[in-house]
């Protein structure tokens, strides 16, 4: 347990400030339907709600996030890093960094975008060069099995260019990026848990990403706003192919996918489809837009579909005009307040909820019932919302406890809402006694995505709740006008929650996913096999020369590499192979060689490669960047380029 000198202290101006984001975000945003001021934000604003958390609340957790050292975390997380283009790999409750997996940018300390190894997963430019440097990745999810992780693959998305890389959760490294055709803004992302017919495949066979922007289909440059187009997208959990994609008015925010494999839907906040701020909000109701999976293949499988410009993939028609008949429908619209932003699926696996963003609401929509809508069974598909209850102000995700609460973020009112799912339907329903609102307390500050251990899974365990708060302002050492962003740690576990940890990140994480590290089994040592260019001995070492093609392999072993020095012609192209032979856990080497731009790693057993022009004649000292050995400095070879 944590003294109380780790909960927000009295100070008031921490508290003038909160006060004064709040309402500059609320003068900015114009908001229309959430025009509260702030003296009716919060507890006033929601019915039968429970008042703010006071900081000095009394502790009712029991969780503790100190560990000895030496002690090992209990539970892994999966952050993305937002534009840095990473994913990272979080032990918790500790809050420490252990990995960066790069995936869309190119990364120092592994070479990810200089070997041809991770080129190629990047993909490249005719010349031979990174077709991209950038990314923006936001939506992390791992592949299911029973409703639980099973640990063999996690998804992110990169907005920017519209790409979804796959790690691979035995060696952390990510193994295959797919950009997906016709769409812009790729947003939300998550992996079904079951197949929608086969009830023997109860384990992720899909992933489907949303997309935010709306353009030209195909993208020919057009003005007309009106006509601009966004599609859902489904990726082939295995081979990473598109498998078909749909056509969909207003345009894709966050994804959610449901326990039985049936349906996947996604927010909606432009049903509008406007092209500035104020036509997206123009309308006092969007949508959370449903898929009905098997209908979807179906159509696809009965050729019932075109294609866009010189893309392959199957597009199936997913509009409202289209799909004016249940029985036949591959879409469903469920309205939603204004401009919503997070979709979340309840653990029970009966309800998604939305997030109202600019309303001050979350939506409950049955899953049943809309199921019950697509079989002819139920007449206004809005019925299948069973409640639509005022939390707060600027609510954006949702996780869960396993004991039936949702627990909300509030962007402005900085805090985390705790509220019971139950309770909110018989409140819908009529009953004005049942107090929905559990709990509430103040995050520093201005929280975007939350999640809670093992929340989106069916052993969610109500432990610790991670908020990732998009401001830190004065909750760490001042480094310049950048500021780190906040990651909180809240217990729980009891009936209150309880602010455990601050953690500065490195901007700019998103979305994140914290399971049981019992549901992986990661591998510290490759296999050489893994690697069809490996240099299983190494007597194969040497320079290989085809005219001006010149291939040079080597191996390591601490403290040498198999080449004590190789000689080349100015001119030649040089492929150079490394293959770690060293079989010790931890035991990685580093290739680095001067003026070339040439630095990479080589864990154990893993074999790597280059490709250069030897363009500048000299002696260049190859050498080990990596530390491995008490002669890690001495471990190095000549490169010796002849003018
Ligand atoms: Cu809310 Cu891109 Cu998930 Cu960020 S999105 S917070
Ligand atoms: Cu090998 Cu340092
Ligand atoms: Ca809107």
Redesign the pocket.
Known sequence: MKSDSSLPSKDTTAWGRRRFLNTAALAGLTMGAAACTEKESGAANAPAAAPAAAPDAAHSGTNATHLKPGELDTYYGLW?G?HTGDMRVLGLPSGRELMRIPCFVPDALVGWGITNESKKIMGTKPDGSLRYTVGDS??THASYKDGNYDGRYAWIND?INARIARIRLDYFICDKITQLPNVQGF??IFPDKADPVDPAINYTTRVFCGAEFSIPLPNAGLDDGSKYRSMFTCVDAESMEVRWQVLIDGNC??TATSYDGKLAATNQYNIEMGVTYEDMMSSERDACLFFNIARIEAAVKAGKFKTVGTSKVPVVDGTHEANQDPTTALTAYVSVPKNP??VNASPDGKYFICAGKLSPTATVIDLSKVLNWFDGKLEKLDAAIVAEVEIGLGP??TAFDGRGNAYT?L?LDSQVVKWNVDAAIKFHAGDKAAKYVVDRIDVQYQ???LNASQSETKAADGKYLAV?C?FSKDRFLPVGPLHAENEQLIDISGDKMVLLADHPVRGEP??FIIFKRELLQPKQVYSLDDFPLAIKDPKESGVFRDGKKVTVKMTSQAPAFSLREFKLKKGDEVTLILTNLDKIEDLTHGFAIPNYNVNFIVNPQETASVTFIADQPGVFWCYCTHFCHALHLEMRTRMIVEA
Do not use: I
């Open positions: 993305s937002g936001h939506h907005k947003h939300g925010d966050l932003h997070g954006l995700h973020t962007f929280p975007g995505h990732g998009k998103h979305d």
